[in-house]
């Protein structure tokens, strides 16, 4: 099973004091040479972590997969043409979501979907749909071409009692069979944790995980150990 780290909240944690650090390329290259197979980053419409800029730099540092998260707006997809990432992921956006809340809805809008996907394939970048475990989407993904899917793992990390979580994960356990069953790749995430990744780690077909949230919350306190020495030497 590979692992995308998302490194959006890095430049979040940046953004609020708009200032120069944490830098994003530098998280990168750490969270490559901890083992992450693959770097993710969303430049969203409100640009409100990553910024071009990071992209750019991001696209000469990054030796493994560089997956650019994305919506369909014209003008982004224009920057991923130009960025050339390795692998785009399509996304919904709503400006006032905290993050990304659902998957697209392909089966509602296949032709504006079908068209980004396009272009981004003239120029050369494999693109991931970014969907909701539901045959009807994945249907719909595959009516427009494309080969590898993400499902949205959301409502089942979110669930509130076993049952609801019970029935979320066969959701994305028939989910990937299907998918697989047309021959799609798959990968999932969204609201993964230390306490629930390891179910869907168990879920036969799910080549990738992209995780974002729990690792920049986990860093920032297995990281203060340290860091609160460092700057204790210094005061001393
Ligand atoms: N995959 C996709 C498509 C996402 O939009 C996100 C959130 O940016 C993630 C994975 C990672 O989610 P989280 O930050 O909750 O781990």
Redo the contacts with the bound molecule.
Sequence with gaps: MKIGV?I?HIASLRQIRNGTEPEPVLAALVCESSGADSI?A?LREDRRHIKETDLYLLRQAVKTKLNL?MSIASDIVEIACQLQPDQA?L?PEKRREV??EGGMDVAADPKRIKEAVERLARNGIPVSL?IDPDKKQITAAGKIGVKMI?LHTGRFAEAKNTNSRNKYLKELINATRFAKSKSFQVFA????NYNNVSEIAGIKGIEEL?????IVCRAAIVGLDAAVRQMKALIN
């Excluded at 992209?210 to 729990?214: E, P, Q």
């Design positions: 998302n959006d993710v969303h998260e992921t996304v993050t990304t970014f993400e995430g969204h609201g993964l992209n995780i974002g949230y729990s």
